[in-house]
């Protein structure tokens, strides 16, 4: 599953000081993230895995990315549309165990 959390920081997570399109994602990324989205759509696991970086490869087989893809797309089907979202991360010290908080 790390490298579904890794294909979901891919897709939400890129910070890259470019044109950005009106969601505010750079248009570079935009049209990786339609590419990918397209290939999972039409289950070309093999060539996402073949474009993927080597540090994607590094985590996982051909194989083992094609299932993770695969169950993927089985579960959530083809993606329909995209929004972009922010998370802010807060140290939180006031309690007896501190914690750190995702909103």
């Known amino acids: 599953m790390a490298l579904a959390g890794s294909m979901l920081l891919l897709l939400t997570g890129c910070a890259v000081k470019r044109a950005l399109s009106p969601g505010g994602i750079p248009s570079e990324v935009e049209s990786v ?3 990918v989205s397209d290939d999972i759509a039409q289950e070309r696991y093999d060539k996402v895995y073949n474009e993927a ?6 985590d996982a087989t051909q194989q083992q990315s094609a ?37």
């Open 33 to 35: 993230i339609g590419t």
């Open 53 to 58: 970086s080597e540090l994607w490869k590094h």
């Open 67 to 103: 299932e993770t893809l695969k169950t993927l797309h089985t579960k959530l089907g083809k993606v329909e549309s995209r929004t972009v979202n922010s998370a802010t991360e807060q140290q939180n010290s006031g309690g007896p165990l501190g914690a750190e908080l995702l909103s």
